[in-house]
């Protein structure tokens, strides 16, 4: 069954003090992975897309990178403004269906 | 320019009404898809729409429907509303049925 993990489920970080977020699939016949930040209450914003291992996408203090299993989104010297849910989701082969598979998301707190 | 657009912003219903949710796309877009939300979950796939034909239905009841029009705005309609269907509630917009997604701020639906 097509998967789509994240992990840590919360994570708090002091002003400046870089990590990086985790996305793992088990999916067949990846198709694309998607990015997106979601403040509370709002829909979520569109980050990056990534679509073959090795690729590696940037804006600003995020950096999103891809393998054959997971994805990892690293944050440098983050800002309070960082602070949201950071959502991955995963396109899978399936005939004509296009749906996206997500994960449940990170929440990020970024304390000044 | 505008992005996507869906309206009402709340919605407050009773159980067993009806409701109709509407979504604009990004202009030039021909792809929307619909999403539930469940508050710490990721979203849900409901229904995607191309060039008006349902192109993928998620593991959602008979009582979710959804439609394209020709000027490809949706709506999507909700039958014999239970407590469970409350939720926020995204429509996503995008050019082709497989490429990047952008979301609307979403509607909040509480059946009471």
């Known amino acids: 069954e097509d998967q789509v993990t994240q992990s840590p489920e919360a994570l708090r970080l002091q002003e400046g003090e870089s990590s990086s977020l985790n996305c793992s699939y088990t999916v067949s016949g990846l198709r694309g992975l998607f990015w997106y930040r979601q403040d509370p209450g709002k829909g979520p914003e569109f980050l990056f897309t990534?679509?073959?291992?090795?690729e590696e996408k940037e804006k600003e203090r995020l950096k999103a990178t891809l393998t054959k299993k997971e994805s990892f989104l690293h944050i440098t010297a983050p800002k309070p403004e960082d602070s949201a849910t950071y959502l991955c989701?995963?396109?899978?082969?399936?005939?004509?269906?296009?749906?996206?598979?997500w994960g449940l998301g990170t929440s990020l707190a970024v304390n000044p | 320019d505008a992005g996507v657009t869906q309206s009402p912003t709340h919605l407050i219903k009773t159980r067993g009404q009806q409701v109709t949710l509407r979504c604009s796309p990004i202009?030039?877009?021909?792809?929307v898809s619909w999403y539930q939300q469940v508050l710490g979950q990721g979203p849900q796939f409901i229904f995607q729409y191309y060039e008006k034909e349902e192109r993928g239905r998620g593991n959602f009841p008979d009582r979710f429907s959804a439609r394209q029009f020709p000027n490809y705005s949706s709506e999507l309609n909700v039958n014999a509303l239970l407590l469970g269907d409350s939720a926020l509630y995204l429509c996503?917009?995008?050019?082709?049925?497989?490429?990047?997604?952008?979301f609307g701020q979403g509607t909040r639906l509480t059946v009471v």
């Open positions: 996503a917009s995008s050019f082709l049925a497989n490429t990047e997604a952008f």
């Open positions: 989701a995963v396109q899978a082969e399936a005939g004509n269906n296009r749906k996206l598979i």
């Open positions: 990534l679509y073959s291992a090795g």
């Open positions: 202009s030039g877009h021909k792809s």
